[in-house]
């Protein structure tokens, strides 16, 4: 005989998690024309992107909760100067 959902007795199946990482680098290299008091230069880097989404679900099996971020770390070198970049986003939709 089967217990209905939410029936009196009928155990409750376990709350359950996902979570999946990304992570990736790629340089680059790009010619300003302008730069350099218009004579151009080239600008060269890299780009790292760091990627966490989670998923979670209720013991009862209601509708997910979902939660991402996304972070990234740029470094360039444009005529000799060294700078880099921090990005960071965030995420939760219930």
Do not use: W, Y
């Not at 992107?49 to 770390?73: C, K, L, M, Y």
């Not at 360039?76 to 880099?84: E, K, S, Y």
């Amino acid at each position: 005989m089967a217990i209905p959902h939410g029936a009196p007795g009928a155990a409750a199946a376990p709350a359950a998690a996902e979570t999946q990482t990304f992570r990736g680098q790629d340089s680059f290299s790009v010619f300003v024309p302008c730069a350099n008091g218009g004579s151009g230069e080239s600008v060269d880097g890299i780009l790292k992107v760091n990627a966490v989404f989670g998923e979670t679900f209720d013991s009862a099996g209601d509708a997910p909760n979902f939660h991402g971020t996304i972070r990234f770390q740029g470094t360039q070198n444009a005529n000799g100067v060294i700078t880099m970049d921090k990005t960071f986003f965030s995420e939760t939709c219930n």
